[in-house]
Nanobody
Framework: QVQLVESGGGLVQAGGSLRLSCAAS????????MGWFRQAPGNEREFVAA???????HYRDSVKGRFTISRDNAKNTVYLQMNSLKPEDTAVYYC???????????????WGQGTQVTVSS
């Protein structure tokens, strides 16, 4: 069992930055693929970024060049650095952990409770 706790969300003006953190419990963090997803009101949960156990990374097109995912296995933590934020980035952001291949939402077994990110124009 893995428990995930996100933090770092908040209100920011367009063009600003936020760094989200996701702290994981358990001793096998380094073996998990980690992902960030987001869900805006009325929308489905969508993939944002993933970092695999091998440290390879993947991003949705709309955040490439603006967001950076990273992990610190010694701290059991994954980060999402978000720069040049836009109002359309407003959503609840969720951290996820899984061991299946791929980075779509069905590849993850564990989810955090989410943290709200609001970008004002």
């Amino acid at each position: 069992q893995v428990q995930l706790v996100e933090s770092g969300g908040g209100l920011v003006q367009a063009g600003g930055s936020l760094r989200l953190s996701c702290a994981a419990s358990g001793r096998t963090f380094s073996s998990y693929n980690m992902g960030w997803f987001r869900q805006a009101p009325g929308n489905e949960r969508e993939f944002v970024a993933a970092i695999m156990w091998s440290d390879s990374t993947h991003y949705r097109d709309s955040v490439k060049g603006r967001f950076t995912i990273s992990r610190d296995n010694a701290k059991n933590t994954v980060y999402l650095q978000m720069n040049s934020l836009k109002p359309e980035d407003t959503a609840v952001y969720y951290c996820a952990a899984g061991s299946a291949p791929g980075w779509g939402k069905y590849a993850y077994d564990y989810w955090g409770q989410g943290t709200q990110v609001t970008v004002s124009s």
